[in-house]
């Protein structure tokens, strides 16, 4: 009979995978110091918050191109892999401490797809905010290249592609009041 993994197995491993680069590339990078630090601040988080998440089976990944979030979460309901992608961007702007944030926020993410299949920012998600000391949204960590502005109530959304409101603003109103959308900056735009 096999010996069942306990949760604090998972966590000693986890702990010992980022400590010891001998089995892999230890050629040493800013971005896998950052993947080593989240991995091992996520098992410590799970181990006690989120007990039956497969902490060791998240695949973690540095985006350089993310710019609207500081982090996502990705699930395949084909083989349930969990990959949650942080921002390198964001955790330059930002610095460790506010960061670590972004990973908790990810976790509860990565929990909610493991338990449901699903995930979003909804009542489920709601109830880990303040256990985790995160929050729903990231700070902005770049400059929007446009500004969609309602001309009546002043709202204002960034935008970082040139999406179909920001090329055509004129068929579109404000999701708030119904006002007209204009549309800010944009180099030369």
């Known amino acids: 009979m096999s010996r069942q993994t306990t949760l604090s197995d998972v966590a000693q491993r986890t702990l010992t995978e980022c400590a010891d680069t001998t089995e892999r590339d230890d050629t040493p990078t800013p971005e896998r110091d950052l993947l080593n630090r989240a991995k091992a601040h996520a098992a410590d988080v799970a181990v006690e918050h989120f007990p039956d998440l497969p902490i ?10 993310r710019q609207r979030s500081a982090g996502a979460t990705k699930y ?14 964001a955790f330059e702007q930002h610095g460790w401490k506010q ?32 256990a ?40 579109y109103s404000c999701s708030k009041c119904g006002g007209a959308i204009r549309v800010e900056g944009g180099n030369g735009y």
């Open 56 to 65: 060791d089976e998240i695949v973690w990944e540095v985006s350089h191109r």
């Open 99 to 130: 960061f670590s944030s972004t990973v908790r926020h990810e976790l509860i993410h990565a929990w909610q797809y493991h338990e449901f299949g699903e995930a979003d920012h909804g009542r489920t998600f709601d109830r880990w905010i303040d």
């Open 132 to 171: 985790l000391d995160t929050t729903q949204h990231c700070e902005r960590f770049t400059t929007p290249t446009w500004w969609l502005v309602c001309e009546d109530c002043g709202g204002r959304i960034a935008r970082y592609r040139r999406s179909k409101t920001v090329r055509n603003p004129e068929q």
């Open 76 to 89: 395949d309901p084909a083989n349930g892999e969990i990959t949650i992608s942080l921002a390198w961007d």
